[in-house]
């Protein structure tokens, strides 16, 4: 079974700012249909009208921010004054916390995928299964 949530630490100075960002974040490492309904919802509204001919980047950035705000539920105090990345100015933070978070939440998937490998091959082992 996967975890609920997940823990990740911060430790990034912006490039534009020079402002030195440290502190932990819990994410949740699933969504119900309504958060993610809302993840895209909130992608869209960021974009603006004509979504889809916005640039490449403000699509990247659309999408950290609408990952970032469905699934963090603690933050440090920062990234709250940021309106959750709308107000930052610093595209590699915003970089940073999607990456380190998305990147834990894939771990949980990978292990729930070994988790399964492990079972299928105990379930081959057993005779007339």
């Known amino acids: 079974m996967i975890k609920n949530t997940v823990d990740f630490s911060i430790d990034c100075r912006g490039e534009l700012s ?7 974040f819990t994410a949740r490492t699933k969504l119900s249909l309504r958060d993610s309904l809302k993840q895209d919802e909130l992608y869209r509204s960021i974009l603006g009208a004509n979504s889809q001919d916005a640039s490449p980047s403000s699509k990247s ?4 921010i609408a990952y970032l705000s469905t699934h963090i539920l ?3 105090d920062w990234w709250r004054a940021l309106d959750s990345g709308l107000k930052c100015e610093d595209v590699n933070l ?3 916390i999607n990456n380190a978070c998305q990147d834990k939440i894939d771990l949980e998937y ?5 988790e399964g490998s492990k079972a299928e091959e105990l379930l081959k082992a057993i005779p007339g299964a």
């Open 94 to 96: 915003l970089a940073a």
């Open 110 to 114: 990978k292990a729930l995928a070994e």
């Open 18 to 24: 020079g402002n030195q960002y440290t502190g932990a």
């Open 61 to 64: 950035i659309a999408a950290a």
């Open 74 to 76: 603690t933050s440090p």
